[in-house]
């Protein structure tokens, strides 16, 4: 776990395992997009906004990650892609680095306990 994603496992926004990373939204069910933090609780991906000094703002969406549909990751060198399906709302997200880890507990959890 890096500093940040210890500062927020410290202020309750992931667990242990410490699955949290900026991303940028490129789609969401809303429409917004923009930079956000991913924050792996137990089964839950909670999605927040955030500021540009990786600050954690409102919450934006709660995802049951063993409710997610059509789960694609791609992070190469160059290119990164998050994307699923959550309650019919797509969403999408990119230019994150160093976060296997944290893919990791995603896909995971989106195997476990399937609904």
Do not use: H
Request: neutral net charge.
């Amino acid at each position: 776990m890096n500093k940040v994603q210890q500062r927020w496992f410290e202020e309750g926004y992931c667990d242990e395992r410490g699955a949290a990373f900026c991303a940028n939204a490129t789609r969401l069910p809303d429409g917004n997009f923009g930079i956000v933090c991913l924050c792996v609780k137990g089964n839950v991906l909670s999605i927040y906004d955030v500021d540009m000094r990786n600050n954690i703002k409102e919450l934006l969406f709660n995802v049951n990650l063993n409710q997610i549909e059509g789960l694609k990751i791609r992070a190469g060198i160059f290119s990164q892609k998050l994307y699923f399906v959550y309650n019919g709302g797509e969403f999408c997200f990119t230019n994150f680095i160093g976060v296997k880890p944290a893919l990791k507990v995603l896909e995971e959890e989106s195997a476990k306990n399937r609904i």
